[in-house]
């Protein structure tokens, strides 16, 4: 096991993400502001400070001593973004990274790398297709080969850019995540092989058979999740060949439309026996900042934790708590744009049993978004406080919403907007707590990966209200689904 709190020096780069719950596509967003970073001269000779006391290990003697409430924002100026180091070497020390093994595991196991899967996108994108991934891998009895989460492949070194901020290039898939996608062992599974990272895949199958995704014609071009999966769990549990390389031309099988299809809950049926979403996990990182911080939300919290700072698993409901996902800031264009093309919610929020449903309004007879079919996509997919409060009195009102005392909302929203609707909120009565995003004590190696942090919380709340366009969103009503909630308890704006 990794540490949980690594040890390195953490202290404050001046420009620092906000942006927690980025999950749209967003290539666009991607603005290079290194020139007038590093022409900064001060800040050059600061990072040349960092850089030759990090070589020199020195600055371990600096080391401040973690503690619960140990946060991001008392870390002094400046420094770079974690480079998750302790991560990535828990992942090379994976026992499955074995050429000695026997099949199917070791130099004559089976093997499954998509070369050509999401990155330079929000976190939620990539883990959607990443299950599916993960899935086909363990359907065609195959080693599953993960990369790590990359923000940014062409990025030469560890950092990149989001806006005018710096973050890391990429993030170890195990950061964010544990369980069999990640390399943990399957609880039933000793007859499927465990994931392994690329540079072991590399290492067992160093001339992988390289097949494009036009192998399997049919599924090229389709948007329907099972009839894909199906086709290549066929195509990969057949193929001879030991290692094999989805590259080249059509390699992404799962592009991220299929998730947005409603035909998506056509594949619940194995989705939900699934061991990679059965016994999906999230990463000890991501656990222990929800368990640092679940006093704060909960207080009456009877949630006993590891003292790793480990959550039990599976998971339990946490009771009393609503969690509420809000999607602000860049989001109003997104929502004008889904308006625009008429596009629906996210796959997994439109099963049938759900209460709250879309219906995309009819465009006038140019094809042209009419007004009121604009506003009713706002209302739904970027509600004012107004909207919010009533949508949660309502929803209070429900059975499933017996005994709540707390609120926690997801959000990306400016400090002045979110403290604003935390106001209205307890000024809307018997609220215990109020809390979002922003109140959250997180570390600095925490920080980059708070949605997910956000995501743990979401899944567990005894009732949830998200955002139905939002692949955060559908992604925690995954994970909810798993884990039985009571489909009432599942709610979208
Ligand atoms: C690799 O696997 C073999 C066979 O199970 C085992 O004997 C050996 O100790 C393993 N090596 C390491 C470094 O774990
Ligand atoms: C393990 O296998 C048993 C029996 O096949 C099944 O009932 C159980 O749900 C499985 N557990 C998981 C986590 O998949
Ligand atoms: C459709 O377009 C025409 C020409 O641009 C315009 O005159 C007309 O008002 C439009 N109709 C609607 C329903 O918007």
Redesign the pocket.
Known sequence: MFNLFPRAFRPRYALLPSDNNSSQPARKFLIKRTIIFWTSAPTAFVVLYFLIFHQLGFWKLATPVDTEGDDWRDHPEPPLPPDYEDVYEFERKLPQHNLSLPFPEGATGRYFYSANHADTSGWNNVLQEYIFLAHLAHASQRSFVFDPYEWDPKAKGKWSHFGDKVVPARIPLNALVSGPMAGGSFKNGSTIPRAVNKAYFDEVCPHPTVIPGDVVPEAVGSTDGNFIMGKWVQQLLTMKDRCVRLDGSNSQIFPYYVFGMPCLIESWPWMSESPILKEYRWSPLVESAVVKNLHRIVPSTTDEAYPTGQIHFPYKPIQGLMAVHVRRGDYIDHCRYLARDSIGWQGWNTFPEYVDKFQVPPK???G?VTPEAMENYIEHCFPNHEEILAKIASVRQTPEARGLRHIFVMTNAKADWATELKDKLMAQGDWGTVTTSRDMRLSWEQKFVAQAVDMLIGQRAQVFIGNGWSSLTSNTVLLRRSMKFPHRATRFW
């Open positions: 006038d007879a140019n042209t």
